[in-house]
């Protein structure tokens, strides 16, 4: 029973390490291609960029530029893009009073309804509800709070 014990402890701590070990290593200029790629998307967060426009600004191949881009960031380029987009549209929600439709169609959704399902998932609340909060909590009388 304590062998068993013994071996399972070993095999729980061989799982552990192999996956948290680091799975690639990052070069300096792969670095620097990875910062410009995560600027590039920063700056055109609303737009559908393809992925081989990424792979021309990082000068790699899609599969290396994805999982170099997870493994510094944490996240892949999708779910980069669709952070920085929630991010946007939730100062936006907060500090405008723009529509909702005009706030979904800044950050890149052709469809209001589209974009409040991703920021509900992102977020954890729909945009509506962010928005009626602001207004509720600063006595707003506002035509999308109704």
């Known amino acids: 029973m304590l062998r068993l014990r013994i ?3 070993v095999i729980l ?6 996956l948290n070990r680091k799975k690639y290593k990052i070069e300096s200029d792969d670095n620097k291609a990875l910062e410009d790629v995560s600027r590039f ?3 055109h ?3 559908n960029v393809n992925q081989e426009t990424l792979e021309k600004i990082s000068k790699m ?10 493994e510094k960031y944490g996240q892949s380029i999708t779910e980069y ?16 009073q723009l529509p909702i439709k005009e706030i979904a169609e800044s950050v890149g959704y052709t469809s209001a309804s589209k974009f409040s399902i991703y920021y509900k998932r992102y977020k954890g609340k729909l945009p509506s509800e962010v928005r009626n909060s602001v207004c509720n909590h600063h006595e707003i ?6």
Do not use: P
């Open 7 to 9: 071996y399972w402890n």
């Open 13 to 18: 701590i061989v799982i552990d390490i192999y």
């Open 41 to 43: 998307l920063d700056d």
């Open 45 to 47: 967060f609303a737009m």
């Open 61 to 70: 191949s899609g599969t290396k530029l994805k999982n170099l881009f997870k």
């Open 81 to 96: 893009t669709q952070r920085k987009r929630m991010n946007v549209a939730e100062t936006l929600l907060l500090n405008t």
């Open 141 to 146: 009388k506002c035509d999308h709070c109704e």
